[in-house]
């Protein structure tokens, strides 16, 4: 069996009579005859019933329609994954991210990631609740990749790669009846009145998740969306809050130690696992592989 007699074989499946299959193949009626002869001695079988005016495919011929074009759809996949691998990833790569992105510098990663693989285009999207909506994002195939903090078991369909775990530190108003030089309990901390992101944002989930396992509940009265922006509110009394150590810390704020589990922040590259299905899974390959070469060039730096 040849890929051209299935090739010819399904002409004639389309076109319903060997005359239009001919005319389809740019070849003269008798080739498609000989071909189809050929084919149904090799199989063993009769693939056409031909009246005056159509060639009908028998029961074994309507069985070899999905095979065939099973077979031909393998080889074009085959095709391309060879031009592929000549010309690299090509297609668009949909990429999540959230407002805090330290240590991955995305303007920089991009430039070079865009001028290594012309042939890929990189789209951005953030969602209104952060992590959780990057994450709902994926696994519904809106999105290729996410840059997310998730502290809980991913889906079975998304790959998580932490990247870098930060520290959190705790900032308290200065003065504040709890501020001291020694550690404070988080069950003692859990009656103030929080600074954090919105439901479903990274720093909220981890924090929140930190609580939970010690056995206590925070609430949350103030939701901003950049972490970067809350000691601002800290220190004007607003409250406590959790923010990363690369976050500049303003007069008016105390940093105090917190006994028993650390509160940490983890960025992690999310994808969605790969499926033949997904045309672009070579670029989101490149993509990933870009940002984890980026990510150890900058912690290398930072030893």
Same mark, same amino acid.
């Given at each position: 069996?040849?890929?051209?007699?299935?090739?010819?074989?399904?002409?004639?499946?389309?076109?319903?009579?060997?005359?239009?299959?001919?005319?389809?193949?740019?070849?003269?009626?008798?080739?498609?005859?000989?071909?189809?002869?050929?084919?149904?001695?090799?199989?063993?079988?009769?693939?056409?019933?031909?009246t005056s005016?159509?060639?009908?495919?028998?029961?074994?011929?309507?069985?070899?329609?999905?095979?065939?074009?099973?077979?031909?759809?393998?080889?074009?996949?085959?095709?391309?994954?060879?031009?592929?691998?000549?010309?690299?990833?090509?297609?668009?790569?949909?990429?999540?991210?959230?407002?805090?992105?330290?240590?991955?510098?995305?303007?920089?990663?991009?430039?070079?990631?865009?001028?290594?693989?012309?042939?890929?285009?990189?789209?951005?999207?953030?969602?209104?609740?952060?992590?959780r909506g990057?994450?709902?994002?994926?696994?519904?195939?809106?999105?290729?990749?996410?840059?997310?903090?998730?502290?809980?078991?991913?889906?079975?369909?998304?790959?998580?790669?932490?990247?870098? &775990?930060?520290?959190?530190?705790? =900032?308290? %108003? *200065?003065?504040? #009846?709890?501020?001291? /030089?020694? !550690?404070?309990?988080?069950?003692?901390?859990?009656?103030?009145?929080?600074?954090?992101?919105?439901?479903?944002?990274?720093?909220?989930?981890?924090?929140?998740?930190?609580?939970?396992?010690?056995?206590?509940?925070?609430?949350?009265?103030?939701?901003?969306?950049?972490?970067?922006?809350?000691? &601002?509110?800290?220190?004007?009394? =607003?409250? %406590? *809050?959790?923010? #990363?150590?690369?976050? /500049?810390? !303003?007069?008016?704020?105390?940093?105090?130690?917190?006994?028993g589990e650390?509160?940490?922040?983890?960025?992690?590259?999310?994808?969605?696992?790969?499926?033949?299905?997904?045309?672009?899974?070579?670029?989101?390959?490149?993509?990933?592989?870009?940002?984890?070469?980026?990510?150890?060039?900058?912690?290398?730096?930072?030893?």
């Amino acid at each position: 069996m040849e890929l051209r007699q299935l090739e010819v074989f399904l002409a004639v499946v389309e076109a319903g009579t060997i005359s239009a299959a001919a005319r389809r193949l740019g070849t003269a009626q008798s080739v498609v005859s000989t071909v189809v002869r050929a084919l149904e001695e090799d199989l063993g079988a009769g693939l056409f019933v031909r009246t005056s005016r159509r060639a009908v495919p028998t029961d074994a011929g309507r069985a070899l329609v999905p095979e065939a074009r099973r077979l031909l759809a393998g080889v074009s996949q085959a095709r391309a994954a060879v031009r592929g691998a000549e010309e690299g990833p090509t297609g668009p790569v949909a990429v999540g991210v959230v407002t805090t992105m330290h240590p991955v510098d995305l303007p920089r990663l991009l430039q070079r990631f865009t001028a290594e693989h012309p042939r890929v285009s990189v789209s951005m999207r953030v969602f209104a609740d952060g992590s959780r909506g990057l994450l709902r994002a994926l696994v519904e195939g809106e999105l290729d990749a996410a840059f997310l903090s998730w502290p809980f078991r991913p889906p079975g369909t998304v790959a998580l790669r932490p990247l870098v &775990r930060a520290p959190l530190r705790l =900032l308290l %108003p *200065a003065g504040h #009846p709890l501020a001291s /030089p020694g !550690p404070v309990a988080l069950a003692d901390l859990a009656g103030e009145r929080w600074i954090d992101g919105p439901p479903g944002f990274g720093n909220r989930l981890q924090v929140d998740a930190v609580f939970e396992r010690a056995g206590a509940r925070r609430h949350v009265v103030l939701e901003v969306p950049d972490v970067s922006t809350f000691p &601002r509110y800290v220190a004007a009394g =607003l409250g %406590p *809050a959790f923010v #990363p150590r690369s976050v /500049p810390v !303003p007069p008016g704020c105390h940093e105090q130690a917190v006994a028993g589990e650390q509160p940490g922040w983890t960025l992690s590259l999310a994808t969605a696992r790969p499926s033949p299905e997904r045309p672009a899974r070579r670029a989101v390959t490149a993509f990933v592989e870009a940002v984890e070469r980026d990510v150890r060039r900058v912690s290398t730096r930072g030893r």
